[in-house]
């Protein structure tokens, strides 16, 4: 007992040793977590709040050209202008220099032509010509031009919405004909023109289980990717102060006393175990008490103490064991340095901590599933998004302890080769 004492002194010693370098592995991390949630939650507001440059130029001036103007104003996240003084040529020219983000061109009478388009199908049906060639010689065309930098996504998302819009009233000119039509049939009044309104109306929300009352937001999804991230970059010094022992000569005189390795292993995770806490519980509470503060949501750590309590233990485990077998198979401190912090970022990229899974393409969420990162990022998920109790998060917390007992094997392993 007096020799782990003495070890667990000796690995504080050589940790603090470097002042300025335990105080970055606490303040980086926490600027980072600190940053990247203000970021994406500035970037959330920003589409809410600051709305998007709109030009609309409404040469139609009837019902088509109303609705659609009626919508975009309604919608209340688009600054529109209307300024008609423009030709076509200057929105484009003003939209491609990024003044506007988007510009609507609704051309004149478009209304009447597809009024005039939709009488004479209906004709057409009613006088009994079964001819499949439409009648309609060419399509309307409103453009709409978006900025180069605008994303896809948007893009598809605003071309839905005018599509929307002009079937509506495509659908009330035709009903409106199909009813001219048969009350010149039939000797009773009919009229089809029928003003719906909104039968079916959308309820959206976030899923959420009977017992869980949580929210996602910004917070929510940012501390526990960026915990891990940082959590895990403990490897560079672990690995580093391990291979200085060796330089130095201190871990050969350690091993002729009666010190065996697993002893010098345990100290070594028990050090370290309590820098990754500490390191979680700095961001954690940050997330709860001093983003709040900047106006950000607050982190809500769920109800179950016991399954956070494990998630975190059994992560801190797993980026020590990486750090452990980093240190016992590195010859020297660059080689441990390079290759610790390349493999934790692209641990970090394929594990989902900078890109959601979801938007990977399936063979990278297949790959994602091997990264330490993404268990313990899908566990605080579960606890923090989805409310979950710790038989739910047991695989991930398996998978983790599993990791730490494989890269404890094959630091031993290694250890004995050298030897």
Known sequence: ???FVNLLYKDFLLLIRDFWGVVLLFLMPWALVMMMTYLQDSTFRSVNENRIPLYLLNHDN??????VSRQILKSN??????DRSFSEEEVEEAVSRGDYLIGIIIPAKTTAFLRDQVRREVERAFNGDNEEESLILQPLEIKLLFDPTAKQSFRTTLMSAIREKTLTVQNQFLLF????QVNRIVPIPINLNIDSGEIIKIDESYAQSAKAKIIPNSTQHNVPAWSMFAVFFIVISLAGNMIREREIGCYHRLMTMPCSFNLY???KVSVYLCVCLLQFSLIFLTGMYIIPALGLPALKPGHSLPALAAMCISSSLAAIGYGLAIGSIARTNQQASIFGAVSVVILAAIGGVWIPTFVMPNLMQIISKISPLNWGLNGFNDIFVRDSGLPDVLPYI???SLFFIITL???CYSNRHRR
């Open 1 to 3: 007992m007096k020799n």
């Open 62 to 67: 009837d019902s088509l050209g109303w609705m």
């Open 77 to 82: 996240i688009f600054e529109v202008s209307t």
């Open 177 to 180: 004909e199909i009813s001219r």
């Open 265 to 267: 292993v345990l100290s």
């Open 398 to 400: 398996s998978a983790s």
């Open 409 to 411: 094997f094959i630091s």
